[in-house]
């Protein structure tokens, strides 16, 4: 079954490439390496939530707004190399989360994309991991992912 496929049967939907806010590309091949930029969880280039953790956005829906990162961090990937089965091993994900100083919980926000990615790839899909709690993202956004994978 293709990667996509195993994304439908998720429910969910991998989306077009978002446009870049910058002067960088969403993502970039080097070597047998695909290293994206940070994506946001945006739905038809707009957040799908603002805000900090541990002031008004909450922890399931931090985990959700991961997921939707991952799934745009994917499709980054696709827009360099065409085709997700491409893909070998996902090598590293690191997420920052804006959050107070009193929200310790970054790791478990992140894990809404590391779960997607182990359900979407199974042992490809495990990874080597950064969680980071920031003081603010662009757009106030409440969580950013970035992806390393190795592809064929």
């Not at 990667?3 to 978002?18: K, M, S």
């Not at 993502?27 to 603002?50: E, H, I, R």
């Not at 993202?137 to 992806?147: A, F, G, H, K």
């Amino acid at each position: 079954m293709s990667v996509e496929q195993r994304i439908l049967d998720l429910g969910l939907e991998l989306p077009p490439v978002a446009t870049p806010a910058g002067s960088y590309l969403p993502a970039m091949v080097s070597g047998n390496l695909v290293f994206t930029s940070g994506q946001l969880p945006l739905v038809d280039g707009k957040l799908m939530a603002t805000g900090k953790l541990g002031a008004g956005v909450e922890l399931a829906e931090a985990r959700e707004l991961a997921a939707r990162c991952l799934l745009n961090a994917l499709a980054a990937v696709k827009g360099v190399i065409g085709n997700l089965d491409r893909i070998t091993k996902v090598v590293k994900v690191v997420g920052f989360v804006a959050s107070t100083k009193e929200f310790t919980a970054q790791p478990t926000v992140i894990n809404g994309a590391s779960e997607l990615l182990e359900s979407i790839f199974g042992e490809l899909g495990k990874h080597a991991r950064s969680a980071v709690g920031v003081a603010s993202l662009p757009l106030d956004s409440p969580v950013e992912i970035e992806l390393i994978v190795e592809f064929l």
